[in-house]
Each structure stands twice: as structure tokens, then as C-alpha cells.
């Protein structure tokens, strides 16, 4: 069935950054989309980035354009998530999520059928 457990979440300054990781096990995820999504108190859940796992190809939110970064690592079967000059609106419950496919929609929950835990991320100002 697999299973997605993030890390590397925590209490940050305004301005600081943050690296989080998602490591998948229990399936081949080499046709599947990986997300990293967002939900903050009183919130919707958000796709904040996804990448295409062999393709590469990504996506991200304008909120974080520019100031993250995603990636890969297939012999650790990790997906990461960098954070850089992060803001106090950075402030949510991460989670990383995957989806079959390598085509549609990126940021969409609803196709994602693999959820993480999920990470607090607190950014103060």
C-alpha cells in the first residue's frame, strides 16, 4: 500500500529556512506525482509544490514561487521540500502526499490517495 513519513519540521525565525523530507516506502512511486501540501489553522489545505518523480518537472504555489524548492533523492526514495526566507504565513501542519500518474493536475488533494502524517511548521516574526 506504502507509506509516506515526513521529517524536519519545526520552529523557525522570520527570514530562515527550512528543509523538509518525505521518504516513501512500500510501493515503486517511479510513475507517481509527490506532493507537499499546506494547512494552517482555520484553513483550506493547500498544494504548496509537486514534482513529477521521474520526470522532474515541478510545480509550486505563487506563494512560495521563489522561495522553494523541491526535489528528489530515488536512491533514498526521499522527496524534499526547501523553504528559504520564510514568513509567519509559512505557519501550517505540512503533509506529503502522492498520487498514480505523471499527468493532470499537480496541486488538486482530491487525486492524491497517499497521505503523510503531517510536520508543524511555525515561523515566527
Known amino acids: 500500500q506504502g507509506q509516506l513519513v515526513e521529517s524536519g519540521g519545526g520552529l523557525v525565525q522570520a527570514g530562515g529556512s527550512l528543509r523538509l523530507s518525505c521518504t516513501a516506502s512500500g510501493r515503486a512511486f517511479g ?56 514568513k509567519p504565513e509559512d505557519t501550517a501542519v505540512y503533509y506529503c502526499a502522492s498520487r498514480p500518474g505523471q499527468y493532470g493536475s499537480y496541486s488538486r488533494s482530491s487525486e492524491y490517495n497517499l497521505w503523510g502524517q503531517g510536520t508543524q511548521v511555525t515561523v515566527s516574526s
Open 31 to 86: 510513475t507517481y506525482t509527490m506532493g507537499w501540501f499546506r494547512q494552517a489553522p482555520g484553513k483550506e489545505r493547500e498544494c504548496v509544490a509537486a514534482i513529477r518523480w521521474n520526470a522532474g518537472t515541478t510545480y509550486y504555489a505563487e506563494a512560495v514561487k521563489g522561495r522553494a524548492s523541491i526535489s528528489r533523492d530515488f536512491s533514498e526514495n526521499t522527496v524534499f521540500l526547501q523553504l528559504n526566507s520564510m
